[in-house]
């Protein structure tokens, strides 16, 4: 009968909200806004120049602007086969008065007539600094592209100056790509760059923190809807605060897992569509096991979290704090990959409110000991049942209270003695 009363309730929060208008422009809606974020600024870094863009030289050596100014306007081309940059010199050879050219670049930048200038180093030295001054720093093409011409010029010249031929030295010069490729445990080589482990780590931490941060506020926010329109108390007569709360958790998990159940159907339709290989299967399941117990955590910890609060702006700040926590693991993505077997990273993965983010870093990078990973299921397991417990006594006791909202040291003795 408990099991019975707690699935109607289920059912009614899972149609009630799936059927809203928010709930089905949001399925579509994250997905495109994910990927958007994620391809569109790659498309519009990798999009070539429309425009020939005028650059500036100051060279008081007077070795460099001559050949600067061939060699970037012959190697760079638009689509139309005009010069990608058009070097402009402003002042060039030894005796030059740098001040003054620098003043003239300046105002030159300043009225649009050049893109920016490069100033080389008075010195002339292959090891001195180049500048590249420009109204906006944001283009490291224009950048790199002068770094790579000049330091060829200069690698020329030093060639001529050691009696060797430029062109045996450019037959010389080796381009090498390093690729990683990843072993398991038994030595067998498994492919995996950079870009492939950080995506699955990334696309798992993305899709609990939208799980969570959806649910968990739906969560909240019925409780609180329910509290101030006093429907509580008619519902907590018809079945007990726990088969309430539990129809909650099931109705509201529910809707959540049709959402990464869509999202999950598109990503495979895409992987097999362009034969893109994130994830082994074993790796995908333990993904998943962590992914579901730590949704079961943290519905118990929004549940207690919840329960007690009277005001939307309560609950507005209640929700932001706890979603931080999932955003944690992200500034620690980088550090994790460089040292996935560090000892830090293995105690803040028995932390139980980090367990499942911070494992599902070091899985796809480094796969954890055996131990390790029964161990934090375990204690996931435990800590969801204490959670579950705590955030029940709470319910019981939360969800009929109304006026001012209780200390945290009241909340805490409900959670603990009930």
Not at 203 to 211: A, D, G, T
Not at 283 to 288: E, S, V
Not at 378 to 402: C, D, N
């Amino acid at each position: 009968m408990m099991m019975e009363k707690a699935f109607a309730v289920a059912k009614w929060e899972y149609l009630e909200k799936v059927k809203s208008k928010a709930f089905i422009i949001g399925l579509f809606l994250t997905p495109a806004l994910m990927v958007g974020m994620g391809v569109l600024p790659s498309i519009f870094a990798s999009q070539e120049d429309k425009q020939t863009k005028v650059i500036g030289l100051i060279d008081p050596t007077g070795e460099v602007a001559g050949q600067l100014t061939r060699l970037m306007e012959d190697k760079y081309k638009l689509e139309n086969g005009s010069p990608n940059y058009l070097m402009k010199v402003v002042a060039a050879g030894k005796g030059i008065d740098v001040d003054a050219a620098i003043n003239e670049a300046n105002m030159k930048t300043a009225a649009d007539e050049l893109e920016g200038y490069c100033l080389v180093s008075k010195s002339g030295s292959p090891d001195s600094v180049v500048e590249y001054r420009s109204k906006s720093v944001g283009d490291f093409r224009v950048s790199a592209r002068l770094e790579e011409t000049i330091r060829g010029i200069y690698q020329e010249k030093n060639a001529l100056a050691h009696g060797l031929d430029p062109s045996l030295m450019r037959a010389l010069n080796v381009k090498l790509d390093v690729k990683m490729v990843k072993l398991s445990k038994t030595g067998e080589k498994e492919e995996a760059g950079f870009e492939t482990v950080f995506l699955s780590a990334y696309v798992f931490l993305m899709m609990l923190f939208m799980l969570i941060m959806i649910s968990g506020q739906m969560l909240v926010r019925s409780i609180l809807e329910e509290k101030s329109n006093r429907i509580v108390e008619v519902l907590v007569s018809s079945c007990s605060s726990t088969e309430l709360m539990v129809g909650k958790v099931l109705g509201l998990s529910g809707l959540g897992f049709t959402q990464i159940g869509f999202w999950t159907l598109i990503g495979v339709a895409v992987t097999l569509q362009f034969g893109i290989n994130i994830v082994t299967a074993g790796i995908a399941g333990l993904l998943i096991v962590y992914f579901v117990l730590g949704y079961l955590f943290y519905a118990a910890v929004f549940i207690g979290a919840g329960s007690p609060l009277t005001t939307e702006q309560e609950a507005q700040q209640v929700t932001s704090y706890l979603v931080i926590l999932l955003i944690i693991p992200l500034a620690l993505a980088l550090p994790a990959m460089k040292d996935p077997g560090a000892m830090w990273l293995k105690i803040l993965s028995f932390v139980p409110m980090l367990t499942p983010t911070m494992m599902a870093l070091r899985i796809p990078i480094q796969m954890p000991s055996t131990g390790e990973i029964i161990g934090t299921i375990v204690l996931m397991v435990v800590s969801i049942y204490a959670a579950m417990v705590a955030a029940g006594r709470i319910f019981r006791i939360a969800i009929l209270s109304t006026g001012k909202s209780p200390k945290i040291a009241e909340i805490i003795r409900w959670a603990i003695k009930g």
